[in-house]
């Protein structure tokens, strides 16, 4: 049960945890067909910091009542959380390889028949709303739990996210933390031509919310920003995290296309290839 409290893991550590993470995410959208690759691919270290450093979380019991927890708003980005929720243990790995396919649990979008998801989502701007209510009722409740929620930046577009980011601020959820997966890139075409969200950190801020900006690709910026959101008092706190759409693979990097294709076999091995060499350059 990581808890921030606990030693960090090493940088080397969670840098082979989001390697694992963008293989078994590369293989199991190849077996399925389909899906969402490249918003998957750019959240993996803030998966990585959150599941296997700032989460409370108990994977043999996943209804802890004590749990932090964690609302995938870009709910499309699913095979990221099925992946890091099977590593840490909450169901076994090979269930993985069922993803989309008829009769299994692992939905295309996220599916709270899942052990570890808390709620299903896939309709975009809806889960900054649904965490304001378990941040409320934490509060009420007067638990020590907190609650994020990882938004993306075409779901800024939504206008329930502001709605619920202004209730956020007037409320002052500080145990609540938001973060958007900020990769410049919504469905086919780059954010900043089909509607620009900058200034976005003074959108937030105005809202009421305590703003961090951080490279989302920087395992120990990840971890230093969740600390401090941690101890931030009297309002919510946003993480802007700055990442590429298709990280790791140089072809599916900052490419529209890659949003909701999943590799051919020829193209899988191409990306594993680069992928080990990555790991090989970089020596963790
Ligand atoms: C309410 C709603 N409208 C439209 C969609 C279709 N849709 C799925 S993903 C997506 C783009 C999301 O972009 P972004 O939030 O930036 O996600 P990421 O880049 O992280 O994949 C859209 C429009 C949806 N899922 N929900
Ligand atoms: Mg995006």
Redesign the pocket.
């Known amino acids: 049960m990581p808890n921030g409290k606990t030693p960090r893991p090493s940088i080397n550590e969670l840098k082979e945890h989001a390697w694992d993470l963008r293989r078994d995410i590369l293989l199991m959208l190849r077996e399925a067909g389909s899906g ?1 690759t ?3 691919l ?2 993996a270290e803030i998966l990585v910091a959150l599941y296997h450093y700032k989460l409370h979380h108990d994977p043999h019991n996943p209804q802890w009542e004590e749990r932090d927890r964690f609302i995938l708003s ?4 699913c095979p990221a959380l099925y992946t890091v929720l099977a590593h840490r243990g909450f169901f076994p790995r090979e269930d993985l390889f069922t993803f989309r396919k008829i009769d299994s649990r692992l939905q295309g ?1 996220a599916y709270a028949g899942v052990p570890g998801v808390e709620v299903s989502t ?5 889960g900054l709303s649904i965490a304001n209510g378990l941040a409320l009722a934490a509060r009420a409740d007067g638990k020590k739990n907190r609650i994020y929620c990882l ?8 206008g329930q996210i502001w709605e619920a980011a202004m209730t956020a601020g007037f409320r002052r959820l500080d145990n609540l933390c938001g973060i958007v ?1 900020l ?5 086919d075409s780059w ?1 900043r031509e089909i509607k620009d969200l900058r200034p976005v950190d003074q959108k937030w801020s105005a809202c009421g919310w305590h703003v961090l900006d951080v490279d989302g690709h920087d395992p120990a910026g990840l971890l230093d920003a969740l600390d401090s959101a941690a101890d931030t008092k009297g309002k919510p706190v946003v993480i802007i995290a700055r ?1 590429v ?1 298709g990280k790791g693979v140089s072809f599916m990097e900052n490419n529209p296309v890659w ?2 294709k999943a590799p051919n076999q020829q193209e899988l091995e191409k990306a594993l290839q680069e992928l080990e060499a990555t790991r090989m350059r970089e020596g963790f």
């Open positions: 969402h490249g918003g998957s750019s959240c870009k709910g499309h980005c979008h896939g309709s975009l701007g809806q938004m993306g930046d075409g779901e800024m577009d939504e997966d990769n410049g890139i919504q469905q954010t990442t759409k949003h909701g």
